[in-house]
């Protein structure tokens, strides 16, 4: 398998590029990123292969960029929320309460990121990197709550939380998501109460 390469020049927009990764984000995340080619992807977005190519370098490239559109919105969302609950604990309780509700809506297929992770174990690759890009992010901003709560411990409290939503994500797609969304929600709380 080909590794994507590193883009020097700005992402080009266009309707077709947005049609494109619109179509393979809705496939790669409802039907697994290896299952769906984008033979499929160009013919559901209605774009022939050479547009494909002047806007992606390839698959890998393709995923890549679904990664990191699922980043963006899951950023906006997360700072969004910093906006509207400066105090951390609120902050930290929207969090796992945005996430709580993620797991029960309909058609949750868990995490993007698991997801991902688990087709792109190689850890060189760069779907993978993308992966840990995100994660090492959204812990970041965790460890930078609990800092500013006055944690004892705030990596601690952040890891803590991130094996939580794991554990929810993962829970709340193989099965009951009111149950994972009540233990998520419970587990922070006691996590803020802590400290």
Known sequence: ????????A???R????DRLLGTASRLFYSEGIRGVGVDRVMAEADV??????????????LVRAYLEATDRQIQDGVNAAAKMFPSPADFLGALAHGIGDEVCRAGFRGCPFINAAAEYPDPESVIHQAVLQHRAWFREVLVDAFRHLGA?????SADAMVALRDGAMVAGYLGDGPAANAVLTHGVTALVAAR
């Open 10 to 12: 700005p992402v080009r």
């Open 14 to 17: 266009s309707a077709a590029r």
């Open 48 to 61: 022939a292969r050479g547009t494909f190519y002047r806007h992606f370098d390839g698959k890998d490239d």
């Open 152 to 156: 004892n411990r705030p990596g601690q």
């Open 1 to 8: 398998m080909s590794e994507t390469k590193e883009r020097s």
